[in-house]
């Protein structure tokens, strides 16, 4: 059974910095392009960073540009989701998730560039992030 089980959510402060794993059970994550992304309640969902299956390409949302990285470890089946400098607005839940294609592709919605969600079959159940003094 393919499975996708995020975690390293809680609470920090603002200027904090987070680590959010995505783990694979089922099936290796080597040859898959991994999104991350994060939709708060009463807001769009938002694509907030890729990596590709060949780790050739990345993509990363303006708001998190500069702050966050992602990386995938081949041998923990893993892809992480470096968080820095944490604001009061990246407070969501985030999901990771497994795309139907073999890279990064990104659409605009409504002027803000994201992730084009329906590429996305596979997805995790979350993982609260919360900034907050």
């Known amino acids: 059974q393919l499975e996708l089980v995020e975690s390293g959510g809680g609470l920090v402060q603002p200027g904090g910095s987070l680590r959010l794993s995505c783990a694979a059970s089922?099936?290796?994550?080597?040859?898959?392009?991994i999104g991350w992304f994060r939709r708060a309640p009463g807001k769009e969902r938002e694509g907030v960073s890729c990596v590709s299956g060949s780790d050739s390409n990345t993509f990363y949302a303006d708001s998190v540009r500069g702050r966050f990285t992602i990386s995938k470890d081949k041998i923990k089946n893993t892809v992480y989701l470096q968080m820095n400098s944490l604001k009061p607005e990246d407070t969501d839940i985030y999901h990771c998730?497994?795309?139907?294609?073999?890279?990064?592709?990104?659409?605009?919605?409504?002027?803000?560039?994201?992730?084009?969600?329906?590429?996305?079959?596979?997805w995790g159940q979350g993982t609260q992030v919360s900034v907050s003094s």
């Open positions: 089922g099936f290796s994550l080597e040859h898959y392009t």
């Open positions: 998730a497994t795309s139907v294609q073999s890279f990064c592709s990104w659409e605009s919605v409504r002027g803000v560039v994201t992730l084009p969600v329906w590429e996305y079959n596979y």
